[in-house]
Antibody, heavy 114, light 112 residues
Framework: QVQLQQWGAGLLKPSETLSLTCAVY????????WTWIRQPPGKGLEWIGE???????SYAPSLKSRVTMSVDTSKNQYSLNLSSVTAADTAVYYC????????WGQGTLVTVSS | DVVLTQSPLSLPVTLGQPASISCRSS???????????LSWFQQRPGQSPRRLIS???NRDSGVPDRFSGSGSGTDFTLKISRVEAEDVGVYYC?????????FGPGTKLEIK
């Protein structure tokens, strides 16, 4: 059974960098796109981007200048960094497997507030 | 970006009655590989999204057969044949044909 478990800081100040990590348990780490998606409170879902097991990335144009994704294949983990956060980045952040995700993490609420 | 429009945005339904959600795309979702990457997700309150249907009409394992997907090109539909209490939540369509992938705004299904 595939499980995605994510963690990271839940409260940030404006201009700080958001950092989240997602660990993958069960199943193969290679051969998949590993995705980050976010959801502002009470709003819809937004793609942030994806990273492959070899480290190839694709980012949503609206966030591209501030996003970095990476993988640690030795630990079956991948990470999201989002720099220079503002209140608009307040959201639940999800990690998920694939471009059409069946497996999702539990979500992490990240609040940006001074 | 591909814009997905869902209707209705709010859907009050009586238990046991059918429900239908429309998802329309600003561009054809037929990929160059011939597939149409249109999926449907259910998000119950306080939970992560759950995929129900992929590639227009392929129902995922464990999804009740009262859920069905149909459509082509730019027009797609999710149907629930008989709504049950556990179906309450928000339903999103999502396109995985053109980057950046996008979601529809969501349709909130509630019991009347």
């Amino acid at each position: 059974q595939v499980q995605l478990q994510q963690w990271g800081a839940g409260l940030l100040k404006p201009s700080e960098t958001l950092s989240l990590t997602c660990a993958v348990y069960g199943g193969s780490f290679s051969g998949y796109y590993w995705t980050w998606i976010r959801q502002p409170p009470g709003k819809g879902l937004e793609w942030i981007g994806e990273v492959t097991h070899s480290g190839t990335t694709s980012y949503a144009p609206s966030l591209k200048s501030r996003v970095t994704m990476s993988v640690d294949t030795s630990k079956n983990q991948y990470s999201l960094n989002l720099s220079s956060v503002t209140a608009a980045d307040t959201a639940v952040y999800y990690c998920a497997r694939g471009r059409n995700p069946y497996y999702w993490g539990q979500g992490t609420l990240v609040t940006v507030s001074s | 970006d591909v814009v997905l429009t869902q209707s209705p945005l709010s859907l009050p339904v009586t238990l046991g009655q059918p429900a239908s959600i429309s998802c329309r795309s600003s561009q054809s979702l037929v990929h160059s590989d011939g597939n149409t990457y249109l999926s449907w997700f259910q998000q119950r309150p306080g939970q992560s999204p759950r995929r129900l249907i992929s590639k227009v009409s392929n129902r995922d394992s464990g999804v009740p057969d009262r859920f069905s997907g149909s459509g082509s090109g730019t027009d797609f539909t999710l149907k629930i044949s008989r709504v049950e209490a556990e179906d309450v939540g928000v339903y999103y369509c999502m396109q995985g044909t053109q980057w950046p992938f996008t979601f529809g705004p969501g349709t909130k299904l509630e019991i009347k």
